[in-house]
């Protein structure tokens, strides 16, 4: 019923938010998935790494055929178009594959399994769908808040980063000065950040296929509720980033008659803050920012991990760190309320598990009201905490540090270390 239910409240978001994007003339999440049935994906690498997924309540064998049919379908697409001279180059050339095998494993569970297999498989779909479904929901939301909140707040987080250091600044010039190798490098972890989650929870989902049961917490339930929460608060907090408000745009695109002025990132801002009028296509995504809340969420799933995805998951924390501020797309304040709102989610969702303890509810407690004080001091406040750089950088840090600080350590008190076994007593020897 759970389940069930939880289906009916996705499908009726989805439904609400294509509804508003048919309101300003292009197409909502529905109509965008529906369209990677047959025309070229624009999440090739996301429907394969959502059909893994999908895998994990499967046997080997179904494995095998089911990785071997999406791939034998991707061919036949791309022969296809080949033969009619399709030389479109948006989207990718695969990805259709995997999708079918999603939907195809869900007929298969609705017509040929029954019981708690039947259950199993849907739940397993329903996983990868609602992954490729959050990014639709996604480009979706951040359509709604560029056409619905024509002014954005940037000269008031831009005022105060000064309390920083303005580290988006100074972010972008060591970018610039690594060239293209850097620049790849980041891009490369910045965009395939979902891809990189889907990698961590396919260690903590390996058993489901053996245990026949999903365990109660994992990073897919963190990161879809990180992704409808979110972009809620850039309708509360719109803001556009560096780049865009003082610069020319990403990848030199956007013109900069929106921008206060070409200043990124080679000269901070001085002017005082002051809502400012920008365009309708740019979205308001940055406060806070997701990214750094997403790579969060995959940096702590991966600590139970083995080394290999400790040590990966730091790095994507850091290399998403430094893309989001080296490229402008955010500023030093979003990053710290990223981590904080990451958090609270993260403990928000543990705490519901565990019923709600007062351990739990003061831990989310303290994270929400740390995340509300952020976004009240960079609104009501940033004047005041750019003229005491040395008194309001310490502080802001110092809170993002004791909502960590709670964390790890309540968290540690409910997963308690396991008692070490008692050493068996001598037995005395025979003569």
Excluded at 242 to 248: K, R
Excluded at 310 to 324: D, Q, V, Y
């Amino acid at each position: 019923m759970l389940w069930a239910a939880a289906g009916v409240a996705v499908l009726g978001f989805l439904i609400t938010l294509e509804i508003a994007a048919r309101h300003y003339g292009l197409p909502g999440p529905i109509t965008s998935q529906v369209q990677e049935v047959v025309f070229r994906p624009k999440s090739g690498p996301l429907l394969y790494a959502s059909m893994a997924l999908m895998m994990v309540v499967l046997t080997r064998r179904e494995r095998v055929i089911a990785a071997g049919a999406a791939i034998g379908i991707d061919v036949g697409f791309f022969l296809v178009r080949w033969v009619i001279g399709d030389r479109a180059t948006d989207g990718h050339p695969f990805g259709n594959g995997a999708l079918w095998v999603i939907l195809g494993c869900a007929v298969i569970a609705v017509t040929r399994r029954t019981g708690h297999e039947r259950a199993l498989l849907l739940k397993g779909v329903g996983l990868a769908l609602l992954l490729v479904a959050g990014r639709k929901t996604g480009d979706t939301w951040l359509l709604i808040t560029s056409k619905t909140r024509p002014t954005v707040l940037d000269q008031y987080v831009a005022t105060a980063d000064h309390a920083l250091g303005d580290p988006s600044w100074i972010a972008g010039r060591i970018v610039r000065a690594t060239g293209p190798i850097g620049a790849h490098v980041l891009d490369f972890v910045y965009i395939q950040l979902a891809v990189a989650a889907v990698v961590v929870t396919l260690y903590q989902l390996r058993h489901v296929a053996a245990e026949r049961r999903f365990p109660r917490h994992h990073l897919v339930r963190t990161f879809l509720a990180i992704g409808l929460v979110g972009p809620a608060i850039y309708m509360i907090f719109p803001v556009v980033g560096p780049v865009f408000a003082y610069g020319p745009g990403a990848f030199g695109t956007g013109g900069l008659h929106w921008a206060v002025a070409d200043l990124w990132p080679n000269t901070p801002p001085v002017n005082a803050p002051h809502p400012m009028s920008f365009d309708q296509l740019t979205p308001r995504n940055c406060m806070p920012s997701l990214h750094t809340a997403w790579a969060t969420a995959i940096f702590i799933h991966s600590r139970k991990g083995p080394r290999i995805l400790r040590f990966a998951g730091a790095f994507w924390l850091i290399a998403t760190l430094g893309a989001t501020l080296g490229f402008g797309y955010h500023y030093g304040a979003d990053l710290i309320a990223g981590v904080v709102f990451t958090l609270t989610i993260e403990a928000a969702l543990r705490a519901h598990d565990r019923g709600w303890e007062r351990s739990g509810i003061r831990l989310v407690a303290h994270g929400a009201t740390v995340f509300v004080a952020l976004l009240v001091s960079y609104r009501c406040l940033p004047t005041e905490m750019a003229g005491l750089p040395w008194v309001c950088g310490p502080l802001l840090v110092l809170a993002m540090l004791s909502v960590v600080y709670g964390y790890v350590r309540t968290t540690r008190l409910w997963e308690p270390e396991a008692a070490a076994a008692p050493r068996p007593e001598p037995q005395p020897e025979l003569v």
